[in-house]
């Protein structure tokens, strides 16, 4: 597909249509975007990956309060951080936001780094999270994309019939001229971020960007199927993901427990349990010593 160059009038139009549905339906009750505190805004979008903002809202309230700041997670045992984030899944995730809060407060004083550069050096922070905490803890005008935002141009790109526009009743078409059948890559969506990004107020576009995307799954499924990147999820339940969550769950209940007091616990097939327990001691989330199974310290 051919790169898409937008005029000012599609750029304002788009730009009005977004803020316009911000103003009236955004998500401006959410705790997370009612605080310029950097290290609360990366707490949340460490939770909010791969997870439902509905699920994330409850755990985020009891983690701030636990753990108010980098220096009161960092001194935290892994026990207890991990014992509060079941019920979010991956894991890992906390695991990475424990083992990131003990070298920021180590290496920057508690301070969250502000460069690309410095926060992707932390752990579990790739070049989109980087960007993101950019964006939205420091009000930097940088290009990221993640699923909602993905949605929205998504839409817009496959959305090329006039007629089909009209009856949707959403934004003003950008006009592109492509294969229903085919799938978009996020390379050929950055120019198009790139292009409508409000620079005077990062932080306000992408928010708006996001829960326009969040709506648009909501109202006309996910426009996420027609992205080359889209990989549907393997079902939860026997899953080796079910296994790990019903170890995790059990060692937060009892500290430590023998590998077969954890088969007997837990009651399925001890093969995908013992597959489970070495992924978990892989990722670094637990250990074995004597004979007991515990969460890293």
């Known amino acids: 597909m ?10 304002r139009a788009f730009r009005k249509t977004i803020y316009k549905h911000y103003a009236a339906h ?11 505190d950097p290290y609360k805004i990366l707490v949340s979008e460490i939770m909010l990956q791969q997870t439902y903002v509905a699920r994330v809202l409850p755990k985020y309230i009891l983690f701030i309060k636990k753990f108010p700041d980098i220096h009161a997670l960092a001194r935290a045992s892994f026990h207890d951080v991990l014992s509060l984030w079941i019920g979010l899944g991956y894991n890992r995730r906390a695991k990475y936001l424990h ?53 929205v141009f998504i839409h817009y790109l496959k959305n090329n019939c006039t007629q089909n526009s009209e009856k949707h009743n959403t934004v003003p078409r950008i006009c592109a001229k492509t294969d229903e059948n085919m799938k978009v890559s996020d390379k050929e969506i950055f120019s198009l971020i790139e292009q409508t990004l409000d620079r005077e ?53 009892n500290k430590n427990m023998s ?7 837990i009651a399925s097939d001890v093969l995908k349990i013992k597959q489970s327990l070495r992924s978990l001691a892989l990722d670094g989330l637990i250990t074995e010593k004597r004979g007991k199974i515990s969460f890293t310290q």
């Not at 576009?205 to 109202?219: I, S, V």
Request: net charge positive; aromatic share 8%; proline share 4%.
């Open 26 to 36: 955004g998500r401006h009750d959410l705790l997370w975007r009612q605080t310029g």
């Open 2 to 11: 051919r790169e898409i160059q937008l005029t000012l009038k599609e750029i």
């Open 201 to 253: 107020n990062p932080r306000e576009w992408y928010w708006a960007l996001m829960d326009f995307g969040a709506w648009l799954k909501a109202e006309h499924g996910n426009p996420n199927k027609k992205s080359v990147h889209y990989k549907k999820q393997t079902p939860f339940h026997g899953s080796q993901r079910e296994i790990r969550g019903k170890i995790i769950k059990t060692l937060a209940q």
């Open 99 to 151: 083992t990131l809060a003990r070298v920021v407060a180590r290496e920057h004083g508690g301070i969250l780094p502000n460069d690309s550069e410095s926060l992707q050096k932390l752990p579990g922070i790739g070049r989109a999270t980087a960007c993101a905490l950019r964006a939205f803890a420091f009000n930097a005008s940088v290009v990221f994309i993640e699923t909602n935002i993905r949605s």
């Open 259 to 265: 590998e077969s007091a954890l088969v007997k616990n």
